[in-house]
């Protein structure tokens, strides 16, 4: 079987999930209902940022909780479901799509974070 590409993986048919957590997690106490986005949601904030504006992550974290009905976004997935965005983007970019068709990943990836340097 072959490896699934960032496309796949950002567009894949995923349902979000919230739930009441049983005991703290990073910074979300015992009791919070936690948001579990998916890819896709990742991508439409992001994709709506405006242009010649940056956000940081976790604004993006208590926006989408706030979206959800959630109190907090888990930082484990919305991380890894960025790197998804940002690599289907890098994908895109090699496919020559154009650059106004592309997540612009980099108005919410840090210049200073691991994500940018990988």
């Known amino acids: 079987m072959a490896k699934k590409t960032w496309i796949e993986k950002r ?4 349902e979000y999930v919230v ?8 910074d979300i106490p015992e009791g919070n209902r936690m948001l579990i986005a998916t890819p896709q ?6 994709s709506n940022i405006p242009f010649g504006e940056t956000c940081e992550l976790i604004t993006m974290r208590t926006d989408l909780a ?8 888990c930082p484990v997935t919305a991380g890894i479901f960025l790197r998804i965005v ?8 090699e496919q020559n799509t154009p650059i ?12 200073n974070s691991k ?4």
């Open 66 to 73: 706030a979206t959800y009905n959630a109190d907090k976004t």
């Open 100 to 111: 106004e068709q592309i997540t612009p990943f980099w108005r919410i990836v840090n210049p």
């Open 86 to 93: 940002a690599e289907a983007a890098y994908e895109e970019l």
């Open 11 to 14: 567009d894949a048919k995923k």
């Open 19 to 26: 739930k009441t957590i049983d005991k703290k997690f990073a």
């Open 115 to 118: 994500l940018e340097k990988s």
């Open 41 to 46: 949601i990742i991508d439409d904030y992001v």
